[in-house]
């Protein structure tokens, strides 16, 4: 697991490590369940009150409680969504949306601080990746959004900012801490990860036991559109992509779903639907489902999104060649819940307060 600093960061332990680690604070084996517990809540260390207040003081002094901190909480007028900014210890931002549907509610956590996979069309990238979460600041997004709704997160999209399987080992054991049914016990059914497409990370996961369901970035049915619009592509291109895809189908028995995003101009025609549609037809030979989203316009990449009626002759095109697509409802529209965005700003409003500062004459 990460660490980050000297001291142990036991919200990213499992319970069994947990023990081993409050073992070694002398105390008692059931410290650790009744710790677990705590934390799943998204509790404070001095709200924990059926632990000694001695221990309490030593997990402050020997170990590193990484629960992040509300920086800034917006609620969809709308529809109810809200949009969290959460602070680190060490003073790095993510982002994490909380839906609410007719079949259950939903939270979008980040797995990165930052993002390094470039995509021309997202907001999380433009300042680059800053560092990964660990386990426990991905847990804490969770933990925090069900303890300040008061509502208990049912599923979990692991869509927000950052690529989760460039962060793998951290990933992997936040799905193993948030199923744990003696934490907050989320059905791993019920967790989507979102992938760019790093091929290796979509092989090594679908040996994992996981039974998550897949979600990958396309975003265009050709390699050269997509390495335009996706960096990535020209490591891991849309054949061998859909390959390592209809292996995770195979190992896992998970429908894999894509993510097409629709910018006007560039991957929005008649065209480029048929041509999405015989490559998931050729490369999937199962059953797969693809989610169009109108691209949440960002002004600093010049791009935009086509408008509603575009979007459904996409949509209806897709399914005349035997594709089953949705165009997917945005909520939160008027907090901009797409992520990044609020990270973005907040960046941008320190370099100019330290611009200010630099500027300032001298007294």
């Known amino acids: 697991m990460t660490e980050i600093g000297s001291k142990p960061d036991f919200m990213s332990m499992t319970p069994e490590e947990l023990s081993d680690f409050t073992a070694s604070l002398g105390e008692k084996p059931y410290r650790a369940a009744q710790l677990f517990s705590w934390m799943a809540k998204g509790a404070e260390l001095e709200e924990m009150t059926n632990l000694p207040r001695a221990f309490r003081q030593k997990l402050a002094e020997e170990g590193d409680y990484r629960l992040p901190r509300i920086e800034r909480k917006l609620v969809s007028a709308v529809d109810g969504t809200v949009k969290y900014l959460y602070a680190m210890k060490d003073g790095e931002c993510v982002e994490s949306v909380f839906m609410r549907y007719e079949h259950g509610t939903s939270l979008c956590v980040s797995s990165e601080a930052g993002c390094a996979m470039g995509c021309r069309f997202c907001a999380s990238t433009l300042r680059g990746k800053a560092r990964n979460l660990t386990a426990s600041e991905i847990l804490g997004q969770a933990a925090k959004a069900a303890r300040d709704t008061g509502e208990r997160v049912d599923g979990i999209v692991l869509m927000g900012i950052g690529e989760p399987l460039d962060n793998y080992d951290n990933v992997v054991r936040f799905l193993r801490l948030v199923s744990d049914p003696r934490g907050m016990g989320i059905g791993l059914r019920h967790i ?172």
């Open 192 to 363: 989507s990860l979102s992938t760019c497409g790093l091929v290796p990370g979509i092989l090594k996961l679908a040996d994992e036991g996981l039974p998550v369901t897949l979600s990958v970035s396309l975003h265009a049915p050709d390699d050269e559109t997509r390495s335009a619009l996706m960096p990535v592509n020209r490591r891991y291109n849309v054949a061998s992509l859909l390959e390592a895809c209809r292996i995770y189908f195979e190992k896992t028995g998970r429908r894999v779903s894509f993510e097409y995003t629709l910018i006007s101009g560039k991957n929005d025609g008649k065209k480029e639907a048929d041509a999405l549609a015989a490559v998931l037809k050729k490369g999937m030979r199962a059953s797969c489902h693809v989610n169009l989203i109108l691209l949440n316009a960002v002004a600093e990449t010049g791009l935009s999104a086509p408008d509603r009626r575009r979007a459904e002759e996409f949509r209806r095109q897709l399914e005349t060649n035997g594709v089953n697509a949705t165009i997917r409802r945005r909520l939160g529209s008027d907090i901009d819940a797409s992520c990044g965005q609020l990270r973005l700003s907040k960046l941008e409003q320190e370099e100019e307060e330290i611009r200010r500062a630099q500027s300032a004459p001298l007294s």
